[in-house]
């Protein structure tokens, strides 16, 4: 009888590893758990851990540390293999023992010492083998939950690259490896004005589809050391590590002919978005702190591509300043910044642009305060 699939992306089941030379013990084990999770047998420490090699999904193991079993690597052997391989994957994998009732608290101890993380008595009852399983399974799966989670907050949704969030967390640590080993450091950011009207204009599959293939084709174009991120609404931002400022550049021109093959530059069948660009070689101060480096660039990049590159460039708030309601979410961030008094000039753009949803929201608030004086 075959068990019911699982549910369109939704976490594999729990794997476990049974290692134990008796036949009749596997069997007992698989019949227990097999309802719940996806149980691996394994008669020998070093099938075993061949096994923890080649699948990743394992999650528990239990094992017998019985050093007189026939056939067997030491099962001590074992232990010590996975609490110190390279493979964070398999060194922080719970390990439950399986021991006789005679074994002493010394031994238990000695075994507790080396990275066992719970023991189990044969013959074990059923209730509590399937107890410890779960225990155990559940925190992995707690923790596969978490990276999933934490890598799709990461990610941009229409195209799968690393977020604007993301691009400062990793910007920042490519700052630090650069100044430790003084490389250069670079960053290529590419603007397509009128992506976001255009996007809008499309059939949500087609928009999706379009933009996955815009995120992969991003991806092929560097170095497998470079990455690259969605940082805007319309913008692409490039972290190239020990890289210059002429390695930048060559990074721009291998970008051109992939944007004219979607068509994505001017005279391409998307012809209302028009690219362009701005490389930059991030340079700082003697022992300048890596977060002022970082905001620098910050409050540069909501001016960064908005004029062409041959006219001259404000930078930081000025260029903010210049077209207010295109950059709201910059402005919000110099607010947090402590620069709001920069904004004072351009309050009045900024009203009168908010004011259709202030007035929407006002209206919509008195309705439901009329609503609830006719229900009393």
């Not at 070093?46 to 090699?53: C, G």
């Not at 259709?356 to 229900?375: I, V, W």
């Amino acid at each position: 009888m075959s068990r019911p699939s699982s549910p369109p992306n939704a976490l594999p089941r729990p794997h476990l590893l049974f290692v134990e030379h008796s036949r009749l013990m596997r069997k007992a084990a698989e019949r227990i758990l097999g309802k719940e999770f996806e149980v691996v047998l394994s008669e020998t420490c070093e099938a075993a851990w061949t096994t923890l090699l080649d699948n990743p999904l394992i999650q528990v193991i239990f094992v017998n540390l019985d050093e007189s079993a026939p056939q067997s690597q030491p099962g001590p052997d074992l232990l010590e293999r996975i609490r110190t391989t390279s493979s964070r994957r398999i060194s922080e994998t719970p390990v439950v023992v399986i021991t006789g009732d005679q074994v002493s608290e010394s031994r238990r101890e000695e075994w507790l010492d080396r990275g066992v993380t719970d023991f189990i008595e044969k013959p074990f009852r059923p209730s509590e083998l399937l107890a410890r399983a779960r225990t155990h399974a559940s925190g992995a799966v707690a923790l596969e939950r978490l990276k999933l989670l934490q890598l799709q907050h990461n990610r941009d949704g229409e195209t799968g690259l690393g977020n604007r969030r993301y691009f400062f967390e990793r910007l920042g640590q490519a700052i630090s490896f650069s100044h430790r080993h003084e490389l250069p450091l670079s960053l290529v950011h590419m603007h397509l004005d009128g992506l976001a009207g255009t996007l809008q204009n499309m059939e949500r599959p087609m928009r999706l589809g379009r933009m996955v293939r815009f995120g992969r084709m991003l991806g092929r174009a560097v170095r497998q050391e470079d990455t690259v991120y969605r940082t805007g609404p319309e913008t692409f931002s490039f972290i190239l590590p020990n890289t210059d400022a002429n390695g930048a550049e060559a990074v721009r021109c291998r970008l051109v002919p992939e944007l004219d093959a979607l068509g994505m530059l001017d005279g391409g069948d998307l012809t209302e978005i028009s690219t362009r660009f701005h490389v930059e070689e991030v340079h700082s101060e003697h022992e300048e702190p890596v977060s002022d480096v970082v905001r620098r660039i910050r409050q540069n990049m909501g001016a960064l591509l908005i004029i062409p590159s041959e006219e001259i460039t404000p930078t930081g708030a000025d260029a903010l300043l210049a077209s207010p309601s295109d950059h709201l979410e910059s402005l919000l961030e110099l607010v947090e910044q402590g620069e709001a008094e920069q904004l004072k000039a351009v309050l009045p753009e900024i009203f009168a642009r908010l004011k259709p949803l202030l007035s929407l929201a006002e209206s919509m608030h008195e309705k439901n305060q009329d609503g609830d004086k006719t229900g009393q």
